[in-house]
């Protein structure tokens, strides 16, 4: 039997059931109906009491639903939509039917409870009371547990921590989800026995690229030098890190060329920085796109400075035209 055709039959029993009430609970009306005309026989209308009058009109509104019967129209399956549209109170009338409250009628009749006076109220404000007052005493002793230095008291603390902090095994809950709904829901993470490994992607990190110096202009091409360009900035202008990364070398030339700045950034690629009249950071120090390095060396008059300024891809040295936008 699949699934499918288990969820029809229970529906299909469940509402034979329904109906099978409702025929017992028009019997029981009818046989009301039938001592309330042989007593209005026996006693002439016109001797009747006005009292008993009032009271029998007042009989004639009933408030429980009017029995149906349902034509499923010759197939095997009952209409649920149709079924409600045509009673959409079924439940009301249960409690009388057999005394017991029908199939149903138990399980709703059980959320009232009779009063010291009489009346009925709801059951679930007495249990609510009840479950307040039960996790107060508990609170209260998980309290004093953990405010006690008593051995018995450390093993109440270690019993309550191993509670909240170890991973519970869900493998009884998996079965019993599996004998009573047949099959357990794999999309529920707790209930995935077969989680799949990690797998590496390949990608490549994009982050903003910018020139050492904006307004620089290149004086000495990659073809030239081969190793990397020579750019013409202004005395003392700010030399700026082309893209996030760390200074992996700040070191001084002797022969005074002046300072040269190294730095590692992502996908392979160190740039680096020569010439430097002055480096402000050192070794190991972290710099985002754009923030200063250094300075260029000071020059008398309006006369250019220059930067030193190569791009190592893997350990190879390439053009900076084609990394850096420099114009």
């Known amino acids: 039997m699949s699934k499918k055709d288990g969820i ?11 109906l099978e009430q409702q025929e017992k ?3 029981l009306w009818q046989q009301q109906e039938r001592m309330q005309e042989q007593k209005h026989q026996v006693m002439p209308a016109k001797n009747r009491p006005v009292r008993e009058k009032q009271n029998a009109r007042f009989e004639e509104k009933s408030f429980l639903p009017v029995p149906y019967h349902m034509d499923t129209g010759g197939g095997d399956e009952l209409d649920p939509e149709k079924l409600w549209k045509t009673n959409p109170h079924p439940w009301l009338g249960w409690e009388s039917g057999d005394g017991k409250g029908g199939r149903y009628g138990g399980d709703f009749a059980s959320i009232y409870e009779s009063g010291d006076g009489g009346g009925k109220r709801p059951f679930f404000r007495s249990e609510l009371k009840w479950k307040v007052i039960v996790a107060a005493l508990l609170f209260a002793g998980i309290w004093g547990v953990f405010h006690n230095e008593s051995p018995l008291a450390q093993k109440g603390q270690a019993i309550v921590k191993n ?3 170890d991973e519970m095994d ?3 809950v998996a079965t019993w989800y599996k004998e009573t709904f047949a099959g357990a829901p794999s999309f529920i993470p707790i209930f995935n026995h077969n989680p799949k490994e990690a797998e590496s992607a390949n990608g490549s990190v994009e982050l903003p690229v910018v020139s050492p110096l904006p307004d620089g202009a290149i ?3 990659f073809a030239e030098l081969l190793n990397g360009v020579e750019l013409a900035g202004t005395s003392k202008e700010q ?3 082309i893209e996030t990364g760390r200074v992996l070398v700040v070191s001084e030339a002797e022969n005074g060329s002046g300072v040269t700045v190294v730095i590692e950034h992502a996908n392979g690629r160190d740039s680096v920085y020569g010439k430097l009249g ?3 950071v050192k070794q190991n120090d972290w710099v985002e796109a754009g923030d200063g390095i250094g300075t260029l060396k000071e020059t008398a008059s309006e006369e250019p400075s220059l930067l030193y300024f190569a791009v190592r891809q893997n350990n190879q040295y390439v053009d900076p035209v084609g990394v850096i936008p420099i114009d």
């Not at 029809?8 to 329904?18: A, D, F, M, S, Y």
Request: hydrophobic content about 40%; overall charge positive; proline content about 0%.
């Open 25 to 27: 609970q028009a019997k």
């Open 163 to 165: 509670a909240l902090t």
């Open 8 to 18: 029809r039959e229970r529906r299909q029993e469940k509402i034979r059931q329904l």
């Open 219 to 221: 004086v000495r091409t």
């Open 239 to 241: 030399v700026s890190a």
């Open 278 to 280: 002055a480096a402000t």
């Open 170 to 172: 869900f493998t009884a």
